[in-house]
């Protein structure tokens, strides 16, 4: 059921993204939840054709999930530069071109940036998590976190637009935090935390 989470389980990252695959690895070892990446079952990407984070999130964890028959979680996550009106927004990873550059990506972010003649550096990443089953609803939990750009990038830890994302508060950006806690205050450990509330069935946990 996509209605309950317990120890024990194997879930379907919906995703061929394996830094979004590490990420939610690590998020579901600690609960003993064991995760299998999409492209380690062989099982296509769809085409992303919703008008949200929530919607595309949807669209990948039930077709995962059809196609596994298995619980499957799926990540849609991006950044939104408010002087750019929210984009790229669901368009992340396609401002990389069909290669998926993040380095051309936060190249053009910059660009467009400076095209604009913005002073106005505010960003957030958004993720959206969906988890499905093959015989039950969607359930979908969406996480924010707010910063500031900066360039040129920073760092050479985590992925996407990390290097160039400075987190309210913090002085490095993601590139450059250790990973363990970048995680705690992610996008993705937010939506993370109120999936778990709402799913997890292990009362010792």
Request: proline share 5%.
């Amino acid at each position: 059921m996509a209605g309950e989470l317990k120890r024990g389980m194997r879930i379907v990252v919906a995703t061929h993204n394996e830094g979004k695959v590490r990420e939610l690895a690590e998020l579901f070892a600690p609960l003993g939840v064991e995760t299998v990446s999409a492209g380690g079952l062989g099982l296509l990407e769809p085409e992303e054709t919703g008008a949200t984070f929530a919607a595309n999130a949807m669209l990948k964890a039930e077709a995962a999930a059809t196609a596994s028959d298995m619980v499957a979680i799926a990540d849609d996550s991006g950044l939104e530069v408010a002087a750019l009106g929210g984009e790229p927004g669901i368009h992340s990873a396609r401002w990389g071109g069909p290669a998926r550059d993040f380095g051309l990506a936060m190249d053009r972010v910059n660009r467009a940036l400076e095209a604009s003649g913005a002073k106005d550096r505010r960003a957030n990443f958004t993720c959206a998590l969906a988890l499905a089953g093959p015989d039950a609803g969607t359930k979908v939990f969406t996480g924010k976190i707010f910063g500031t750009l900066v360039w040129p990038p920073r760092g050479s830890r985590g992925f996407g637009y990390d290097p160039i994302f400075v987190p309210d508060g913090e002085s490095e950006t993601f590139g450059q935090i250790d990973p363990r806690r970048k995680n705690a205050m992610s996008h993705r450990q937010k939506a993370f935390d109120q999936l778990i509330q709402a799913t997890w069935q292990n009362n010792e946990q």
